[in-house]
């Protein structure tokens, strides 16, 4: 089925809540006080994020699973996307993002009132380098190890997202078979098309949906190996929208100990991934498309 761009925004708006939801999810779960597990395992938090991409990948990805603007971004300029798409991507990305964080919000009201800890709260919206302390002293290293945390960790992920999407098996008798289809006038543009070649395909379709659980696992195992600098964000809706949202909901709905937003840090966790997918999708392009 050939889906229109209408219904691809409205799912990069759900992918990318649910995204929020089960991510900021776990962290709420283990940071904020009184929580079933409060002060647990940070796996909690790797596995809400690693299920949160996996769920929107493996359900939404036949229609549309970028969920990520930096990825969007990375695709549009290497020409895999189309450019006048773009800002309606980010912008269902960016609303989706702020959708699901309220949810969060929501359900975990009672326990954000409770906490005392500020950072704790804006770590259940927002990303944060460790090395700050709170001090303006800390601020140059913070960015320093966050900018460098955020692009590694996005150019693992951006670079294994393409192989895993683009490199699974039954990939090149997909690309022959589209060929030629063409040759013999076949709309090969059409999802019908498109999915019926796929289909036709031994083991590509499955092998497709194998590739987005992995890379599920991949974030996960991201947050557990990389996340402890900053959290991770690797992605920016993921990181701006919650954190615009915690800048204007009052302390009522947050608790008398709501922080600041940090906003001096908000930069690296918008242009390090944007950086690292323009890098990584151009690098993947040169080597093997």
Do not use: C
Not at 147 to 167: C, Q
Not at 191 to 217: K, N, R
Not at 267 to 282: C, G, K, R, S
């Amino acid at each position: 089925m050939d889906y229109s761009w209408t219904v691809k925004y409205l799912t990069e708006f759900i992918g990318t809540a649910l995204l929020l939801i089960l991510g900021n999810g776990a962290v709420a779960n283990v940071e904020l006080k009184g929580t079933k597990a409060f002060g647990q395992s940070w796996l909690i938090i790797a596995w809400g994020y690693g299920l949160g991409v996996m769920l929107p990948a493996v359900a939404l990805g036949n229609i549309t699973a970028q969920i990520n603007p930096a990825f969007t971004l990375g695709l549009a300029a290497s020409n895999l996307f189309p450019w006048e798409q773009v800002p309606f991507y980010i912008l269902a990305q960016l609303l989706g993002a702020m959708f699901g964080q309220l949810i969060v919000v929501m359900v975990y009201r009672p326990y954000y009132l409770k906490t005392e800890n500020s950072n704790a709260i804006l770590g259940t919206f927002s990303t944060i380098d460790n090395v700050d302390d709170g001090t303006i002293t800390t601020h140059t290293g913070a960015l320093i190890n966050g900018f460098l945390n955020e692009f590694v960790g996005s150019f693992v992920l951006f670079f294994g997202a393409m192989g895993l999407t683009n490199l699974y098996r039954g990939s090149e008798s997909i690309k022959w078979m589209t060929e030629y289809a063409a040759k013999q006038g076949a709309d090969t543009t059409s999802a019908d098309v498109t999915g019926q070649i796929a289909a036709s395909v031994s083991g590509a379709a499955s092998s497709s949906a194998i590739s987005h659980v992995v890379l599920g696992f991949l974030v996960l195992v991201l947050v557990a190996s990389l996340g402890g600098p900053t959290g991770p964000g690797l992605n920016p809706a993921r990181d701006l929208g919650p954190r615009i949202l915690h800048s204007l909901l009052p302390k009522s709905i947050l608790g008398e100990h709501k922080g600041e937003s940090k906003w001096w840090y908000s930069w690296v966790p918008v242009t390090a991934p944007i950086l690292a997918a323009l890098a990584a999708v151009a690098l993947f392009k040169i080597i093997y498309l």
